[in-house]
């Protein structure tokens, strides 16, 4: 199992819109694409002094089914405009680890 990690910070004016859009939109969108490994998504959400930090794990079986999501150059973020439009800043590469121990249910 590998896991996809991406932050991102929004104002805390923007932060239920971005999410919404991540919800209703974004992640609907990866889901349809019916990616070959792709197991889903998380989001997590935190309160900063001022901003609003958001980060995505996003799950695969491997790291062939992260390059189906992702190209041959799958570190980097995929970031489309309706998305970054909500952004004060984010991360240009996500971070990959492998899953060695899984004790969750």
């Known amino acids: 199992m590998v896991s996809r990690v991406w932050h991102c910070y929004t104002t805390p004016e923007n932060a239920d819109a971005f999410e919404r859009l991540l919800k ?3 992640f609907i969108g990866i889901q349809n694409r019916k990616i ?3 197991k889903g998504v998380q989001l997590f ?3 900063l002094d001022s901003e609003i930090e958001f980060i995505t794990v996003m799950w695969f079986e ?3 089914s992260v390059r189906s999501f992702a190209g041959d150059n799958y570190e980097d ?3 489309p405009s309706k998305v970054t439009a909500f952004l004060t800043r984010f991360d240009e ?3 990959h680890y492998e ?3 899984d004790m969750c249910d």
Do not use: E
Request: no cysteine; aromatic share 10%.
């Open 77 to 79: 973020a995929i970031t």
């Open 24 to 26: 209703t939109d974004i």
């Open 93 to 95: 590469r996500s971070q």
């Open 99 to 101: 899953v060695t121990i």
């Open 36 to 38: 070959a490994g792709y």
């Open 45 to 47: 959400r935190r309160v």
């Open 62 to 64: 491997s790291f062939d």
